[in-house]
Nanobody
Framework: VQLQASGGGLVQAGGSLRLSCAVS????????MGWFRQAPGKEREFVAA????????DYADSVKGRFTISRNNAESTVSLQMNSLIPEDTALYYC?????????????????WGQGTQVTVSS
């Protein structure tokens, strides 16, 4: 499976960005989708996840209330709307997928990763 993330860029603190990830497989609706990020010198960390159904989501505490994950199964895409950005959000953002039979489950463990898109938030 191939994942292509886009939408990163440079934004001032308090601003917004919307990341998108396109998935190449037709079986998109069978994947749990997630976003991760990795800042320079730090380990990769979980950001958000969305179930196959799109009903359930999971967020890292650091982004709750500011970020929103969504998916479009018809278009095989997952998005991450990022509002009220702060310099600590600066990182390389990755989308990831994990196959599951459970329609409403989320997870923080993934099987496939895409190339990242850089988000830089200036103070």
């Amino acid at each position: 499976v191939q994942l292509q993330a886009s939408g990163g860029g440079l934004v001032q603190a308090g601003g917004s960005l919307r990341l998108s990830c396109a998935v190449s497989r037709r079986t998109f609706s069978t994947w749990v989708m997630g976003w991760f990020r990795q800042a320079p010198g730090k380990e990769r960390e979980f950001v958000a996840a969305i179930s196959r159904s799109g009903i359930n989501t999971d967020y890292a505490d650091s982004v709750k209330g500011r970020f929103t994950i969504s998916r479009n199964n018809a278009e095989s895409t997952v998005s991450l709307q990022m509002n009220s950005l702060i310099p600590e959000d600066t990182a390389l953002y990755y989308c990831a997928v994990r196959y599951t039979r459970m329609v409403h489950d989320t997870t923080r463990t993934y099987d496939y990763w895409g190339q990242g898109t850089q988000v830089t938030v200036s103070s």
